[in-house]
């Protein structure tokens, strides 16, 4: 045991939804390796407080190995302190008819303070990951206040989109998940997403050659991913939160683990003008690992359509960006 990694874990949000699916995993080690004892920091809003409790009575119920501890609290110098990961979901999620845009106004507000104590507080090493909708102008927020903190340790997720996206492939052209790769999301995590099926491969070739119907990837495939978790609000009455946990272990991983050779995963990173996105925004881009730190994957080519369809989401991150003036300034 003396050989035993110690990670210590900011969760906010930690009574919600998703986070009753995602602490489970963290605290049995598929998070972080069974080589990595687990230090759980359990942030709520005071009025939340009892029902974590319930959650950490749980946690405690499982008995699990690796769980070396939890702090709960409302408290961000507690809960931040000497974080080396910070899981950013506490926030209101959407009701139906709702883009997630709207929750800007409810929801960018937490963002301007967890930013300034993550960087008070956390370890100098901190990364942090955001959840929370509208989950890419929120990680702006937080990286704009959060002095000192480089920039490319900030990421909000666009996994669950690449994930939804390459169902639908292997459904569509009859193979398993696992032969789909290379499956980009750009843009925002939002009905504006560009899913990219130009460059995205199912065994090993374009997946466009294999699925040979353009207008179904145009069309269906696409909405059906852009809308995909409006369509779990609908279905399920809340928004998709299992799944939400699975792409949070997805992306952590893919940040802390080489890449497979040839592939990329989806992430959405400061932009440093790739593609000519603008500098700044926090832009979802094909990335790649070294086990380290994360790049965007440079030189892939795209069609008028690509070119459109990553206009008009840029379109919308630069919007939601002016809307927030005041946050991260
Ligand atoms: P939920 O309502 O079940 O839980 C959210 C929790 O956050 C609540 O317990 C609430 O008390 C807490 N909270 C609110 N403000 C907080 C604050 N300032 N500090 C700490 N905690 C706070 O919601 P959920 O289903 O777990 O979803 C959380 C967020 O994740 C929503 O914004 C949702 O839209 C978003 N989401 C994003 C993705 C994605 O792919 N990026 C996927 C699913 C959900
Ligand atoms: C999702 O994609 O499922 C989440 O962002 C929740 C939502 O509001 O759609």
Redesign the pocket.
């Known amino acids: 045991m003396g050989d035993m990694k110690k990670v210590k874990v900011a969760v ?2 930690a ?5 009753y699916s995602l602490l489970f995993r963290i605290a049995s080690g598929e998070l972080f390796g069974l080589d990595t004892k687990v230090t759980l920091n359990l ?3 005071e ?2 407080m009892k ?1 974590l409790e319930g959650v950490a009575m749980e946690l405690d119920d499982c008995a699990f190995p690796l769980l070396e501890s939890m702090e709960l609290s409302s408290d961000l110098k507690t809960g931040f302190d000497g974080i080396n990961w910070a899981l950013l ?6 009701k139906a008819g709702m883009e ?1 845009r709207d ?1 800007l106004s409810v ?1 960018g507000g ?1 963002f301007k303070p967890q930013g300034e104590a993550i960087a008070r507080y956390a370890a100098s090493d901190v990364r942090v990951f955001v ?3 509208p ?1 890419n102008t929120n990680a702006l927020i937080a990286r704009k206040n959060a002095d000192g903190v480089p920039e490319d340790r900030f990421f ?2 666009t996994r ?2 690449q994930n939804r996206a390459m169902t639908q492939l292997a459904k569509k052209s009859g193979v398993a998940v696992d032969n789909v790769s290379n499956m980009a999301i750009w843009g925002n ?1 939002s009905s504006t997403q560009f899913p990219d099926f130009e460059n995205a491969r199912i065994g090993g070739e374009p997946a466009e050659k294999v699925i040979g119907d353009r207008a179904w990837l145009e069309g269906e495939f696409i909405s059906t991913v852009q809308k995909r ?1 409006a369509a779990i609000i609908d279905a399920r009455g ?4 299992a799944s ?1 946990a699975n ?1 949070i272990v997805d992306s952590v991983r893919s940040i802390f683990t080489p890449t497979k050779d040839g592939d990329w995963v989806s992430l959405a990173v400061c932009s440093k003008g790739e593609y000519g996105v603008p500098e700044g925004l926090q832009f979802g881009f094909p990335v790649v690992s070294d086990g380290n730190s994360v790049r965007v994957v440079e030189g892939l080519s795209h069609d008028d359509f690509a070119r459109q369809a990553i206009a008009k989401t840029t379109e919308e991150l630069t919007g939601e960006r002016s809307e927030v003036v005041e946050l991260i300034s």
């Open positions: 906010t949000g009574a919600g939804q998703i986070a942030i709520e809003i009025p939340a029902a979901i506490g926030s209101v999620p959407r997630r929750l929801n937490i959840v929370g909708n989950c909000a997720m669950l989109d995590h978790g809340s928004s998709s939160a939400a792409a």
